[in-house]
């Protein structure tokens, strides 16, 4: 089980978030392998849990301009009469 929250900061310019992973320390993998000869079985299961805090900013206007590609296709209509 994760969890995370996210805060928008300085007109929607930042964000601040905090992560917390494997809080309930339940995740655990399990793996069968069957051969003529041999059966195995694998379990696994992590005990790590981690919290993370993240900070992300923005610089700038924060618009960006459209540019016009010219395809040439215009000058190819002119030319037609189209």
Do not use: W
Not at 18 to 33: F, P
Not at 60 to 78: A, L, M
Request: aromatic content about 12%; proline content about 1%; hydrophobic content about 30%.
């Amino acid at each position: 089980m994760s969890i995370g929250i996210k805060r928008q900061l300085f007109d929607k310019k930042a964000s601040l978030s905090l992560n917390a992973n494997n809080i309930l320390q339940s995740e655990a993998h399990y793996g069968i392998d069957r051969n003529l000869v041999l059966y195995q079985y694998s379990y696994f299961r992590d005990y790590s849990r981690y919290i993370s805090l993240n900070f992300s900013c923005r610089f700038g206007p924060g618009k960006t301009n459209k540019v016009h590609i010219d395809s040439g296709s215009s000058d190819e209509q002119k030319r037609t009469g189209n």
